[in-house]
């Protein structure tokens, strides 16, 4: 079947380079194939199945009694699953079980601990409930016998189009613009092909658990107008990586490319096929000449203003940020929209405080109605590529939106630098805009070997993930036991401590990386912008962690952009996450969205009231700050406070700024809340129609790893 023509998804850059992202505008040509599928590489004997249930299409195969191994645990069962999800169905289950014709109720457990538990004594199970955890599949029965007939199944999607564009989704951990090809079928699409140009694409395969020593493989094929272009032979044993390649293309008025693939049953896809000019330069010195800079954000979440020492912290804690920090436009007085991870991302990428966007909840997510800076650089040609530590910044959550490639993965430094080499790598001539986000700072805090080693002397780095663990694991009492004693003191310490040696290890890597980019010519007309989405509480107002409370060590957070054109100085003017949004499009040289709020921190020259949100889980009456020139309120986040003045706390930051001496009840205070009350009950208003999300068993694992 002939794909639409993709004249539409070129986009031309002065002087002359095209680039045609093959992903626009593709549709599938035909449905999954269903039916048995044998001979399956992972066992011979065995049926692959592909079902249609409710609209939706699953992977099955059968279980027999000599796959279960017995638990410790009497009455548990457990195998090796024999299948990887595919994305995540509307339930947010992408796991079925039926025993002897019976549906299991699929149970949303699953963190690493919980093996250790049902393999002891543990937490009491639902007979006939199964749990997903790590690679193996449990079924609690209550019987002694192994059951003896079971079918397994596993949610399966070609992904969706986004905006016009294909998205194929990797596991439960990465988007990806693509085209998804199964093994026996073949997408064909009819292109124009520019002088000079090559195609550029990655392989991948996945599905089966297949041992990594298989012999089986998928072949690839590329044909141009029936001549065999490539072929490629990738092992099933390397199926969770991607493999880039790039093909010279003669030029011609349309050419028919036709994407094959042959194989075992896995789902296998062409990611980010794009036609791009064969001479491309590197990204300091374009051919062509292009004067569109890079831009990379990096967001250090739970990252305090006062770790770095140019915002108030501790000598040689953050050489590296401090030293970039003092050849850029830093902002001393920084603040998040709110106390927590997924509202604050929410205004970061949409221009609106956190009521107005509606991310504000646990069940919430970023509605898609909502224009976000990654799209506008999108729509403008930039290369958008995002990596994360899950938890909040998910698919799921619709932090995706805007970016063609988004890799989501536990909590791990080494990884988040990994895959920024990576997408540097695949450069494909256009301007890059590159977020990268990690909670290495967040709790549990883990302190790396290096840091241990070299600063176990200044700091007391005592078994760190487990300390840590005991630590948040406790946080209700820690905020109803009044003042501290001397082991609360003790422990408060130790954490602090800690939290500082995970400063320490992320300082190291953004210097790393900072290298890496000067090294690849990123930063030659590129800007870096380094910030956080809200900071931690160590008690210093009688409350630990975040999310409860805005008081400045929750909210904020330090923000600088360096790059050419900006002159290096350290602003006392306010900015704000919401400002993001105008900074980065003037700084790609784009025309903002209309309905973005703040302003571009670059052109930032006056005064201004700021605005934060707790936004909180812990309680139903959540506050909100409004700061201005110095000053600060806290009040009730409601339109009826506001309008009475109902001041709780109010603060003279330039005097005091511990926030120790309340000033509520002065003229000051009722002034400023009579002036901006109005202005701030406006900021409480959606202008959207929230967007709710089911937990799926992944996301809940990692946000349980995180503490939640």
């Known amino acids: ?315 040689n804690v953050t050489p590296n940020l401090d030293a970039h920090a003092a050849r850029a436009l830093a902002f001393s007085r920084a603040w998040s929209t709110s106390t927590w991870t997924l509202p604050a991302h929410g205004s970061m990428f949409t221009g609106l405080f956190p009521d107005q966007h509606t991310a504000t909840r646990m069940e919430t997510s970023l509605p898609l109605g909502l224009v976000t800076i990654a799209e506008k650089l999108r729509e403008a040609g930039y290369r958008t590529c995002a990596k994360t530590d899950a938890g909040w910044v998910t698919q799921s959550r619709n932090i995706d939106q805007g970016f063609e490639w988004f890799i989501e993965t536990e909590k791990d430094l080494e990884e988040t630098e990994s895959a920024a080499r990576r997408f540097l790598d695949d450069d494909d001539g256009r301007p890059l805009f590159l977020f990268l986000h990690t909670y290495h700072t967040h709790h549990p805090f883990r302190v790396s070997d290096q840091t241990l080693g070299e600063h176990g002397q200044r700091f007391t780095f005592v078994d760190t993930a487990e300390l840590s663990r005991e630590w948040f694991s406790d946080i209700e009492s820690w905020l109803l036991a009044g003042p501290l004693d001397a082991d609360r003191r003790q422990a408060l310490d130790r954490q602090r401590d800690l939290y500082l040696g995970t400063v320490i290890d992320l300082d190291r890597t953004f210097g790393e990386l900072m290298d890496t980019f000067e090294n690849e010519g990123l930063l030659k007309n590129g800007y870096v912008v380094f910030t956080s989405d809200h900071g931690e509480a160590f008690y210093e107002h009688e409350t630990i962690s975040h999310g409860l409370g805005l008081w400045e060590e929750s909210i904020r957070v330090p923000l600088f952009l360096q790059g050419p054109g900006l002159e290096p100085r350290l602003s006392d003017l306010p900015a704000s996450l919401v400002d993001l949004p105008h900074t980065l499009a003037q700084l790609a040289r784009i025309e903002p969205d209309p309905s973005w709020l703040g302003q571009s921190l670059v052109t930032l020259a006056e005064e201004r009231p700021m605005f934060s949100f707790e936004c909180s889980t812990r309680r139903p009456d959540s506050r909100m700050a409004i700061l201005e020139r110095g000053r600060k309120l806290i009040t009730r986040a409601e339109p009826l406070a506001l309008a009475e003045g109902a001041i709780e706390h109010a603060y003279d930051l330039a005097r005091d700024p511990g926030e120790h001496e309340d000033a509520a009840d002065s003229d000051w205070a009722q002034e400023l809340a009579r002036r901006l009350g109005g202005p701030a009950a406006r900021l409480l208003q959606p202008i959207i129609g929230s967007s709710t999300q089911e937990l799926s068993p992944a996301d809940a694992e990692q946000l349980r790893a995180l503490g939640y």
């Open 1 to 315: 079947t002939l794909g639409a023509l993709l004249g539409a998804a070129c986009q031309e850059q002065p002087p002359g380079p095209m680039w045609i992202a093959l992903a626009q505008g593709f549709q599938p040509s035909s449905p999954l194939p269903s039916g048995e599928w044998r001979g399956s590489p992972w066992s011979p004997e065995r049926a692959i199945r592909v079902r249609t249930l409710d609209g939706e299409v699953w992977c099955e195969t059968k279980l027999v009694s000599a796959d279960w191994r017995a638990a410790p645990r009497a009455g548990l069962w457990w195998t090796t699953r024999p299948f990887r999800g595919f994305g995540i169905p509307a339930d947010g289950k992408p796991h079925r079980l039926e025993v002897e014709g019976q549906a299991c109720r699929h149970l949303m457990r699953g963190t690493p601990e919980w093996r250790a538990e049902v393999e002891g004594d543990g937490e009491e199970l639902e007979q006939g409930g199964f749990v997903v955890s790590g690679d193996r599949l449990y079924l609690f029965t209550g019987s002694e016998a192994a059951p003896k007939e079971a079918t397994y199944g596993v949610f399966t999607t070609r992904g969706e189009s986004v905006e016009g564009t294909w998205r194929v989704h990797l596991e439960e951990n990465s988007a990806v613009d693509g085209l998804p090809v199964w093994p026996g079928m073949r997408e064909e699409l009819r292109t124009s092909v520019p002088p000079a140009s090559s195609l550029r694409f990655a392989t991948a395969v996945q599905g089966a658990a297949l041992p990594r020593n298989t012999e089986a493989e998928v072949v690839f094929r590329v044909l141009c107008d029936g001549e065999l272009l490539f072929e490629h032979r990738q092992p099933l044993g390397s199926r969770q990586e991607t493999l880039p390649h790039e093909l010279p293309l003669q030029a011609s008025q349309e050419s028919l490319l036709a994407f094959e693939v042959e194989g075992p049953a896995v789902l296998s896809a062409f990611l980010r096929p794009m036609i791009v000019p064969a001479n491309r330069g590197t990204y300091g010195d374009r051919p062509w000449g292009d004067g569109r800079p890079n831009i990379v954000l990096f967001l250090a979440d739970t990252f305090r203003a006062d770790n770095m020492g140019i915002f108030g912290g501790r000598e």
